[in-house]
């Protein structure tokens, strides 16, 4: 799978860390990939979108049986700031930006540093 990537440019690889709920897919072949191993943007872009995809399943895993019950919909805002948090980082990814948000950004700059 880390040789489909080798034909994909940059920017691209970067968009599709960000893709809802397949994003951590090309996330962990960026990661692996030898291609990118090197390229400090691309790196925080994956790290960035898995810490976003952690997110999700957290809303979607105890968000939504703990308030669901309780007709609170808690879970559907947080999925939905979640949802709107990867539409922006996917635009910014594709004007080459390397945007940190808070909580996710310096968790992925952490990650890239133990690396």
Same mark, same amino acid.
């Given at each position: 799978?880390?040789?489909?990537?080798?034909?994909?440019?940059?920017?691209?690889?970067?968009?599709?860390?960000?893709?809802?709920?397949?994003?951590?897919?090309?996330?962990?072949?960026?990661?692996?990939?030898? @291609?990118?191993?090197?390229? @400090?943007?691309? @790196?925080?872009?994956?790290?960035?979108?898995?810490?976003?995809?952690?997110?999700?399943?957290?809303?979607?895993?105890?968000?939504?049986?703990?308030?669901?019950?309780?007709?609170?919909?808690?879970?559907?805002?947080?999925?939905?700031?979640?949802?709107?948090?990867?539409?922006?980082?996917?635009?910014?990814?594709?004007?080459?930006?390397?945007?940190?948000?808070?909580?996710?950004?310096?968790?992925?700059? @952490?990650?890239?540093?133990?690396?």
């Amino acid at each position: 799978m880390p040789g489909a990537f080798q034909s994909i440019n940059p920017k691209t690889a970067s968009i599709l860390c960000y893709v809802p709920w397949v994003g951590w897919i090309a996330a962990i072949v960026v990661l692996a990939s030898d @291609r990118f191993r090197h390229n @400090r943007p691309i @790196r925080f872009h994956a790290f960035q979108g898995l810490y976003i995809f952690v997110a999700w399943l957290i809303a979607d895993q105890v968000l939504r049986p703990v308030f669901g019950f309780a007709r609170l919909h808690l879970y559907q805002l947080v999925e939905a700031v979640l949802l709107a948090m990867s539409i922006f980082m996917m635009v910014k990814a594709g004007q080459n930006e390397t945007y940190s948000l808070p909580l996710f950004g310096e968790l992925a700059q @952490r990650s890239m540093t133990e690396d």
